[in-house]
C-alpha cells in the first residue's frame, strides 16, 4: 500500500493491521513455545548446533522475552491490549500522512509566482494541478521533510513562506491531525516498556541494539553538538550576509535558507545546481553509476527482465547475476514519484535468501524522484543520486545474503546496523572513478568536465552544519519522546519539542527538526521509534569502513568481496559488531565521520 496505495488496500490494511498484531501476540505470548525455545537455549552449547543454528536460537529466545514471554497472563493480556491498540493507531497515522500529502500541496495561481523554476518544473506542476481538477493553476507538492527542495529555487519569498509552512505545520489540525496520535503513541510504548521491566521505551527499544542504551546515544551526539552548532551558526551568518548583499532587509528565516544557501554554494564554488543536473541523467546514473560499481566492487551485473510482471508501468525489473553467471536476485526499481505513493525512500524484500527454503532474493527500491514529462529526460540532484546509491546498499545487503535461515537473511540486523551498508554505499557516488562513468552530458555525451566536477567534490561539506543538526534534532525529539516514563501524562507537542531542542542545544530557530513529531513517519508509524539516530550511528561504521577501504585500493573486486563476504552475505547470523571486526580489524571510531562531514 505504500507504493500504491487507493481507498480499498487502505481500507484492507486498516482492517488488517490490528489481526496481524494480535496474530503475532499469538506466537510470541504462546507459553509452551517458549517454553521449548528455552529449552533449546540453555541447551544450545551442548547440542552440536552450528554457529548460525546457536545465533537463531539467541535471537528467538531475546524477540520473545522483550515480546512479553515470561510475564504473567494478566500482563500478557494488558500487552496484547497495548500492541493493538498501537497497530491501530500507527496504522491510522499512516492513512493520514497519506492523506495530507495530497491535502497540504500548495496550490499557485500564476507562473509568475513561480520564477526560480525550470520549464520542466513548470510543466509538471500544471500537470499535477490539471490532475486535481485545477486547470489553468500549478500545484507544488510537499514532500516528507520539513525542509523542501522546491524551496532552493523560488525567488518569491511570500511563496516561500507559504509552502514552509503548509510542510512544517501538517498534522497539527483539522481532519487529518496526528498530533493526538503522537503524544498517546509516544504514552502506549512507555506503559508497554514499564510491563516489561524498562524505564521507558528507549531503554526497552535500545536493548539488543548496538547502542545498548539512550545514555551511550545521548553522548554520542552529546559530543558533537559543540562542533555542529558552531558550523551552522557560521553557515547562517554567511547566508545573512548573502541576504543583506543582495540588498534585502530581513532576517534569516527557515524557508530563506535553501535558497540563499544556493547562492553562498554557488559564489563560494560557483557550482550552479542547475547547471550541474544535465550530467545526473536518471538511467546514466543507475546503470553507469550504481550497477557499473557494483560489478567494479562485488562482480555483479545486471540484465533488464521485460517478461516479468510489474505493479505500476513506471516500475522496471533487473536480474542480478553473479560473477560466475550465476543468478543471484531480481531486483525492482521503483523510483518515481506517483500520486497514492508514500513520501519518502526505501528498499522492501517481497522474498527473503533463505538456502533452507531454496528462495533466492526479490527484492525492490522505491524512491520518488520527479518524472520529467513523456519524451524529456529526468535529471536527477546531487542528493538524489546519493539516495540511488544508498538504497542500493539495502538492496545489495539483501540480495548477497547467503544465510540458511530467512529470520537472519539480509537486512534483519539491528537498526543502528542496517543503515551502514547503505551509507557506506554512498560515498561511492562521488569517487572519480565512478563519477566519470556516470556523470555525463544528458545530449553530448561528454563527461563532467573536471573543473566541475572538483567543485562539486569540494562542496560536499557545504551547509553539513545544518544538515547535521536538522538530522540530531529529530533524532533527539525522537529519543525525548520515547524517553518518557509510564506515569508521564499526554504531552502538547510543540511545548514537548522546544523543550527537547532546548535541553540538548540544538534550538536554533532557521533550522527546524529534519521531521516535526507530527509527520515523523519513522519514529511513529514506521519501525524507528527511539532509533532514528541509527543513521549517524551507521554513519560512523561506514565512514570508517569506507575510509579502510581507500587504505586498500579503493574501488577494487579484492576489497570488494571481502566486504561483501564479511557484511553483506551474514546477515544477522553474525552478530553486528562481529562482523564488523572480521571485515575492518578493529571497532570504528568517529574520526572519519567527523572528516566526512567537514565538522573534524
Do not use: C
Not at 533466492?360 to 520518488?368: S, T
Request: avoid cysteine; proline fraction near 4%.
Amino acid at each position: 500500500a505504500s507504493t500504491d496505495s487507493n481507498p480499498t488496500l487502505r481500507k484492507i490494511q486498516g482492517e488488517m493491521a490490528p489481526k496481524m498484531a494480535v496474530h503475532s501476540d499469538n506466537i510470541q505470548l504462546n507459553s509452551a513455545l517458549f517454553s521449548r525455545i528455552d529449552s533449546l537455549y540453555q541447551q544450545r552449547q551442548q547440542l552440536g548446533l552450528s554457529a548460525e543454528e546457536i545465533r537463531l536460537i539467541e535471537v528467538y529466545h531475546q524477540r520473545f522475552i522483550m515480546a512479553g514471554a515470561k510475564l504473567t497472563d494478566q500482563q500478557k493480556a494488558q500487552i496484547r491490549l497495548l500492541n493493538e491498540e498501537q497497530s491501530t493507531l500507527t496504522n491510522e497515522f499512516s492513512q493520514r500522512l497519506l492523506r495530507l500529502t495530497k491535502e497540504i500541496a500548495v496550490v499557485v495561481d500564476s507562473e509568475e509566482e513561480l520564477a526560480g523554476l525550470s520549464v520542466n518544473e513548470l510543466r509538471a506542476a500544471k500537470a499535477d494541478a490539471s490532475a486535481q481538477g485545477l486547470d489553468g493553476k500549478y500545484l507544488l507538492s510537499i514532500t516528507n521533510t520539513t525542509r523542501q527542495p522546491v524551496l532552493a529555487k523560488l525567488e518569491n519569498r511570500e511563496l516561500r513562506q507559504r509552502v514552509w509552512q503548509a510542510s512544517s505545520t501538517r498534522g497539527m489540525s483539522g481532519d487529518n491531525e496526528t498530533a493526538s496520535l503522537v503524544s498517546r503513541l509516544a504514552q502506549l510504548r512507555a506503559e508497554r516498556a514499564a510491563l516489561l521491566g524498562y524505564d521507558s521505551w528507549a531503554d526497552y527499544t535500545l536493548a539488543p541494539q548496538m547502542a545498548k542504551t539512550p545514555e551511550a546515544v545521548y553522548e554520542m551526539f552529546g559530543s558533537m553538538v559543540p562542533a555542529v552548532v558552531a558550523n551552522t551558526e557560521k553557515e547562517a551568518a554567511d547566508i545573512q550576509m548573502m541576504i543583506n548583499k543582495t540588498g534585502a532587509d530581513f532576517t534569516l528565516a527557515p524557508w530563506d535558507w535553501a535558497f540563499y544557501a544556493e547562492k553562498v554554494r554557488k559564489e563560494k564554488y560557483d557550482l550552479d545546481a542547475a547547471s550541474i543536473k544535465p550530467y545526473f541523467e536518471f538511467n546514466r546514473v543507475l546503470e553507469d553509476g550504481v550497477f557499473f560499481t557494483l560489478e567494479k566492487l562485488y562482480g555483479v551485473t545486471f540484465k533488464p527482465r521485460l517478461d516479468l510482471p510489474v505493479y505500476h508501468k513506471d516500475v522496471k525489473a533487473y536480474e542480478m547475476f553473479d560473477v560466475d553467471g550465476s543468478s543471484m536476485a531480481i531486483f525492482y526499481a521503483d523510483h518515481f514519484a506517483r500520486e497514492g505513493k508514500r513520501g519518502g525512500a526505501w528498499m522492501s524484500a517481497f522474498v527473503t535468501q533463505s538456502t533452507l527454503l531454496n528462495s533466492k532474493p526479490v527484492v525492490v527500491n522505491v524512491m520518488n524522484i520527479k518524472k520529467a514529462p513523456e519524451g524529456q529526460p529526468t535529471y536527477v540532484s546531487y542528493d538524489e543520486v546519493t539516495t540511488m546509491f544508498h538504497e542500493m546498499g539495502h538492496g545489495t545487503h539483501g540480495m548477497f545474503s547467503k544465510v540458511t535461515y530467512p529470520s537472519l537473511s539480509g537486512t534483519a540486523v539491528t537498526r543502528d546496523f542496517v543503515e551502514f551498508p547503505s551509507t557506506f554505499e554512498e560515498d561511492w557516488a562521488a569517487h572519480p572513478e565512478v563519477l566519470a562513468n556516470y556523470a555525463k552530458h544528458y545530449q553530448t555525451g561528454e563527461m563532467i568536465p573536471d573543473e566541475l566536477l572538483q567543485k562539486l567534490l569540494k562542496s560536499r561539506s557545504f551547509n553539513q552544519g545544518f544538515d547535521t543538526l536538522e538530522y540530531m534534532a529529530a533524532a533527539l525529539v525522537d529519543l525525548e519522546w520515547h524517553s518518557l516514563p509510564a506515569d508521564a501524562p499526554l504531552q502538547d507537542v510543540p511545548q514537548f519539542e522546544a523543550a527537547a531542542l532546548k535541553k540538548h542545544g540544538v534550538d536554533i530557530a532557521a533550522v527546524p527538526p529534519r521531521y516535526k513529531s507530527t509527520y515523523f513517519a519513522h519514529a511513529f508509524p514506521g519501525g524507528y521509534s527511539a532509533s532514528y539516530y541509527a543513521y549517524m550511528w551507521s554513519e560512523i561504521l561506514a565512514a570508517d569502513a569506507f575510509a579502510y577501504v581507500q587504505t586498500q585500493g579503493g574501488l577494487n573486486r579484492e576489497i570488494g568481496m571481502k566486504y561483501r563476504k564479511t557484511i553483506r552475505e551474514v546477515g544477522n547470523s553474525v552478530p553486528p559488531m562481529e562482523a564488523y571486526k572480521a571485515f575492518r580489524g578493529q571497532e570504528p571510531t568517529t574520526e572519519a565521520l567527523l572528516k566526512r562531514r567537514g565538522l573534524n
